[in-house]
């Protein structure tokens, strides 16, 4: 027998939805879907158990791993290092799993909230089914948000079943660390799994569909990245994976191990090549969950993408027009999937539900990004390209800043880092910053506050002391190099 809830508010997705259930509703009703994620099932959405958090758990000790190199370089000299790679996992994991374990538990025994742990479907813009202990479970919400966030993309071809394919999900929980991996793409994942398991020893060959990587940044910071990475691990461009297949050991015990696979690659020409692997990760790009809650059949507006149609409110469009009390946050509705961007969302909508009749739009501008790889990438703002093409190219002035041209960079010996500041030469307007090195996602943070705050190049390099000789001179370097006019009365 069909059961019906009526909540006060229904979360679909225990990531950055489950921040919504705030003491507001502690004396309302509030129903939380999640199916659970990755190989365990787990509570708590991506970011926690299959994506920022363990991820960068991992580029620690992997960083940690090539100390011995970088203490070369400046006389010192350390042994090899070697990563144990279950122990990595198990610390990485205890911790994690003990969060989401315990986040579970806590939603569980709240009176306020009926928890489901199922796949659930829309029946309509605010209703939605799942089945659970064999029976069907309908909910009526008064108010209701989609956090549903976004899953792997793979590529249809054959071999992706095999155990040795994997992707971001599943990934991080192997027995061992494989001594040959083979990673698919040239986008954010694929290169933070590079620098890792370069990191920690393993042999790496990336390719990539196009000629570089990370070529959506900048292409000075594109550029750079693409050099330094190929000294690091093997990179092959403009290349694709055509099909996977196992290989077992011969009857001679000879020959490669009974967990290998020979990936088959075509070259953007039409060349077949061929690689043995032990494991493969593929990386190509991930959509929105819009389809595995029924989004378009509940009359959901979407994007050719196949992301929920949201106004500046987050709220849900349905035929171009909002529908009252139907909310959006995060990977399923947003062009950048970033954490930082669906907690950002997630206080918008909190507020948006508690306060209907005094709605707050979302801030989606100065939106920064870091690619934890080796070497580190952080950005914010325009690329060059695009200020070019914003204000015209003649209105554009550029700095980039060495790290090695400043006094911390020659304590460290830094040979690739570098920090580019793009401005309007007219009125010393910030419009972004791309950065390339040790730590850039801290250096390029007080970019992102004068961006944020509307400080213009000049008062921000000399309106504030910076510790000397830090390595956040690199950042004051490179603003003070820009061409941008000097206010009257600036600070000296
Ligand atoms: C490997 C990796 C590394 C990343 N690193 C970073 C980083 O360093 N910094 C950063 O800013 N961002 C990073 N991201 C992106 C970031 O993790 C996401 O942008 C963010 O977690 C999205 O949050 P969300 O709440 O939208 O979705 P999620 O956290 O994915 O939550 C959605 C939840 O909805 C559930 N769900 C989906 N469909 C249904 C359904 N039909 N019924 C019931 N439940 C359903 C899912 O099981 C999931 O638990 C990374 C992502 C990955 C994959
Ligand atoms: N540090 C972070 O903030 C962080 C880390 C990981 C993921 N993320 C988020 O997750 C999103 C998804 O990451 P991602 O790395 O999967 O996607 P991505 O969009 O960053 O990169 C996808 C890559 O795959 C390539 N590609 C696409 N289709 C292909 C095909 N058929 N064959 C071969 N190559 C193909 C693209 O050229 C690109 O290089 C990111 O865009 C980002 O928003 C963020």
């Known amino acids: ?64 791993s090539r100390v011995p190199q970088e203490a ?22 205890a911790r994690i799993d003990a969060v989401s374990e315990g986040g579970r538990e806590y939603r569980e025994n709240l009176d306020n909230v009926t928890l489901l742990s199922e796949t659930v479907t829309l029946t309509g813009p605010k209703t939605f089914r799942t089945q659970t202990g064999g029976s069907d479970t309908e909910v009526q919400a008064d108010q209701l948000v989609i956090a549903a966030g976004s899953r792997p993309i793979l590529p249809d071809i054959p071999g992706m079943d095999l155990p040795q394919v994997h992707t971001s999900e599943t990934i991080m929980r192997l027995d061992d660390l494989p001594g040959r991996v083979l990673i698919v793409g040239g986008g954010y994942i694929a290169c933070e799994f590079a620098g890792i398991f370069s990191g920690l020893g393993s042999d790496v060959v990336q390719i990539n569909r196009s000629q570089g990587l990370m070529t959506q940044l900048d ?26 297949e196992p290989l077992e050991r011969s009857s001679s015990g000879q020959g490669p191990g009974p967990e290998s696979v020979r990936a088959h690659l075509v070259t953007s020409d039409g060349r077949a090549e061929e690689l043995e692997v032990d494991i493969i990760l593929v990386a190509i790009g991930r959509k929105p969950n819009s389809d595995l809650v029924g989004a378009a059949e509940a009359g959901l507006d979407l994007h050719p993408d196949g992301r929920i149609a949201v106004d500046e409110y987050q709220r ?66 325009l690329t060059e390209a695009q ?4 204000i015209g190219a003649e209105n554009v002035t550029t700095k980039t800043q060495k790290y090695g041209d400043t006094a911390y960079g020659w304590a460290m010996e830094d040979s690739y880092g570098i920090f580019k500041v793009i401005a309007d030469k007219r009125s010393g307007e910030i419009l972004g910053a791309h950065a390339m090195g040790y730590q850039s996602s801290n250096l ?23 510790i000397h000789p830090a390595l956040m001179e690199v950042t004051e370097n490179a603003l003070l190099g820009l061409d941008v006019p000097v206010p009257e009365n600036a600070p000296l």
């Open 1 to 64: 027998m069909a059961l019906t809830l009526r909540p006060d508010l229904a979360i679909i997705g225990s990531g950055s939805g489950n921040s919504l259930i705030t003491p507001f509703w502690d004396d309302k009703q509030v129903v939380l879907a999640d199916k659970g994620i990755g190989a365990t099932g787990a509570f708590g959405g991506t970011c926690l158990n299959v994506g920022c958090i363990p991820t960068k758990m991992y580029v620690r000790p992997s960083a940690l």
């Open 72 to 93: 070369a370089q400046v006389g010192v000299t350390i042994g090899a290092a070697v990563a144990d790679w279950p122990a990595i996992r198990d610390r990485i994991f």
């Open 219 to 244: 292409d000075d910071i594109s550029d750079a990245y693409s050099a330094e990475a190929e000294k690091n691990w093997s990179v092959r461009y403009q290349r694709t994976l055509a099909a996977v």
């Open 316 to 381: 849900v469009l349905s035929g171009g027009q909002p529908v009252e009390g139907l909310y959006a946050l995060g990977d399923i509705c947003s062009a950048a999937m970033l954490k930082h961007v669906a907690n950002h969302e997630a206080r918008v909508v909190a507020h948006n539900l508690e306060n209907p009749h005094n709605l707050r739009p979302v801030r989606h501008y100065a939106i920064p990004s870091a690619i934890f790889s080796y070497p580190e990438i952080a950005q914010v703002g």
């Open 387 to 390: 200020a070019d093409e914003t």
């Open 444 to 466: 390029i943070q007080p970019i992102i506050h004068a961006m944020s705050f509307g400080q213009d190049a000049y008062t921000v390099a000399r309106g504030q002391y910076w």
